[in-house]
């Protein structure tokens, strides 16, 4: 079955600590995205990338990093830069059409 | 980006038709809309999409008037696991990403 996995489900971090958070993706798409989704709001874009090797920030990517080596892999690391890491962060790939992935819960301790 | 605009949220019983209108006053000629629906601590779901006129799909219906400037999704009789948050959004083949408003809570009562 084709599709986009994330993970971990849940993170749990520490002040001060880098976290990467996995997508894969075997949809063969071309385009992958990462938002972050606050409690009772929409989603706001971080970062996507349309083709291997490139990606571009969105409108929240400061605090966050990206890379783009494999065209099934778009991790996503929040850095201890950003201040209120705590939200829902999920993954997406596609052009017309998103398929997102279940989502990581990253919470700080 | 074309900015939409949604109902913040609406209430239905069990088995009624629900019609979510959205506005898109700044649609562009190659913008397509699509809706996605999104359970609690899942990732939204593709529901339909279209250009104009009238789409239908297994779940649900997607109206559009011909100056594009609005479109209404129309859910048949709707069931307690339909509660849910939609989102209308207007983009193009995907050359700049979509933009998420705050969408439609619905809830379906028994």
């Known amino acids: 079955d084709g599709g986009i996995t994330q993970s971990p489900k849940y993170l749990f971090r520490k002040e001060g600590q880098n976290v990467t958070l996995s997508c894969e993706q075997n949809?063969?798409?071309?385009?992958m995205y990462w938002y972050r989704q606050d409690p009772g709001q929409g989603l706001r874009l971080i970062y996507y990338s349309q083709i291997v090797n490139d990606f571009q920030k969105g409108d929240i990517a400061e605090g966050y990093s990206v890379s783009r080596e494999k065209k099934e892999s778009f991790p996503l690391t929040v850095t201890s830069a950003q201040k209120n890491p705590t939200a829902f962060y999920l993954c997406?790939?596609?052009?017309?059409?998103?398929?997102f992935g279940s989502g990581t819960r990253l919470t700080v301790v | 980006l074309a900015k939409t605009t949604q109902p913040i949220s609406m209430d239905s019983y069990e088995g009624q038709e629900v019609n979510i209108t959205c506005s898109h006053n700044?649609?562009?000629?190659?913008?397509?809309i699509t809706w996605y629906q999104q359970f609690p601590s899942q990732g939204p779901r593709f529901i339909i999409q279209g250009y104009k006129t009238k789409v239908t799909n297994e779940v649900a219906s997607l109206f559009i008037p011909a100056d594009r400037k609005s479109s209404t999704l129309s859910l048949p009789r709707v069931s307690l696991s339909d509660t849910a948050v939609y989102y209308c959004?207007?983009?193009?083949?995907?050359?700049?990403?979509?933009?998420f408003g705050k969408g439609t809570r619905l809830s379906v009562i028994a």
């Open positions: 700044n649609i562009a000629t190659n913008d397509y």
């Open positions: 949809l063969n798409h071309d385009a």
């Open positions: 997406a790939s596609g052009s017309y059409g998103y398929t």
């Open positions: 959004l207007v983009g193009d083949s995907g050359n700049t990403p979509l933009v």
